[in-house]
């Protein structure tokens, strides 16, 4: 064989080397998030069942029966309260909510509770025995990966836990890798992120994992996910490369 047969020989040989080492670096399987797990102890503190804080960007409504002139976004009322609709008042960057009659008032920093036990105080100087809700519409989770419906939820209770967000996006896929959850909690700063093994966690202990707004919930897939996918592009670029390794043995 001449020289120049050899030479395009080696260069099959290289060709083929490469097109093996790229199919082999594509079935990497590349994390969302990464970090350290959390042992079981450590997961019941950080998700404890806690009161959520009204911060700044809240969207507050206002309900006082009977009132619908000092309301904002009412539940009694005939028109709808949902945040689409605009019926709301933001919180500002002081933490304080201007509302009807009563002017700006300092919400941000207590719990829902103690803003409607502040607000009752407030409103007992115009009405008589006021009652009111009082909700913040933009509180949601949102939940990412191998879950049937990803996306973003709103947090309607006060107290929402991980089994019943869990619940409320359909579970999980059947590639869903529950030994390493993560949970994103936290904005800039303060952000931090956990992992949480669910297959080491009972049921109650599940039900005790209690999330907050602004929360991200990712279920990761499994290895095998990747590769089985690929295996419809892996088996023909296998074949091929099996039919140039014959065909440089049999011309040598």
Known sequence: MGTIGCTKIKKIKQLCALAALFIMSSCHTQRLFVGDAMSNASAQEVFAKQAQIIQPDDKITLSIWDHEELSIGSLFGIYNSNEVYGKWVLVNDAGKVMLPKIGAVKLGGLTISQATDTLTIIYSRLIVNPVIVLKVLNREVTVLGEVKSPGTLQLEKEYTNLVEVLGRVGGTEYYADARIVKVIRGKDESKKEYSLDL??????????????????????????????????????????????????????
């Not at 297959?199 to 919930?217: A, F, H, P, Y």
């Not at 279920?219 to 670029?237: A, C, D, I, Y």
């Open 199 to 252: 297959t080491k966690l009972s049921t109650i202990e599940k039900e005790n994992i209690w999330l907050q707004g602004g929360d991200v919930v990712y279920f990761p897939p499994f290895k095998r996910k990747t590769l089985q996918k690929e295996s419809g592009t892996l088996v023909p670029l296998a074949a091929i490369l099996s039919s140039i390794a014959i065909f440089l043995t049999l011309v040598k």
